[in-house]
């Protein structure tokens, strides 16, 4: 548990660099990958909405150029009043580098950790056959 907590401070950490002028919703992410190593990104918002981009994805690119390709855990916090959870496209994402064991860390307005998994969050993914 002291783990997802760490996780989240990194999370948290990246989420003050957030550039989010226009939905003020600003959002941090951290991955840790088997190896222990932790990489982290946060939304980066532009005035043509469109090319924004979420933490989740940030964080993503950020592990695949240092040559990771697995998420043992993702930690994700906004400074919204709710627990924000992936959006659809992230799931997708994070799906990408994931196995049944990946556990995707997000923290309730009552402080409370809560873990879920991708196939809980995205039951049905786009898969080829
Ligand atoms: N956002 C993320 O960074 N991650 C999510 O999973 C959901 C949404 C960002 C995108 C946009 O900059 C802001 O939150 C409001 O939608």
Redesign the pocket.
């Known amino acids: 548990m002291k783990k997802n907590q760490q996780l989240l401070t990194f999370a948290r950490q990246a989420m003050q660099n957030?550039y989010?002028p226009?939905?003020k919703?600003?959002?941090g992410?951290a991955i840790l990958t088997p190896s222990g190593n932790i990489y982290t990104g946060?939304?980066?918002?532009n005035i043509s909405y469109p090319c924004?981009?979420?933490?989740?994805?940030g964080a993503i690119s950020t592990m695949v150029t240092a040559g990771e390709y697995k998420i043992s855990k993702i930690a994700?916090i906004?400074n919204g009043n709710f627990e924000?959870?992936?959006?659809g496209a992230?799931l997708q994402r994070i799906k990408e580098f994931s196995n049944q064991k990946t556990e995707i860390i997000t923290l309730t307005p009552d402080d409370i950790i809560k873990i879920h998994k991708i196939s809980e969050l995205l039951p049905t993914p786009f898969e080829e056959l």
């Open positions: 957030a989010a226009y939905s919703l600003k959002v992410a946060c939304n980066v918002e924004g981009n979420c933490a989740e994805t994700i906004s924000i959870k992936p959006c992230c």
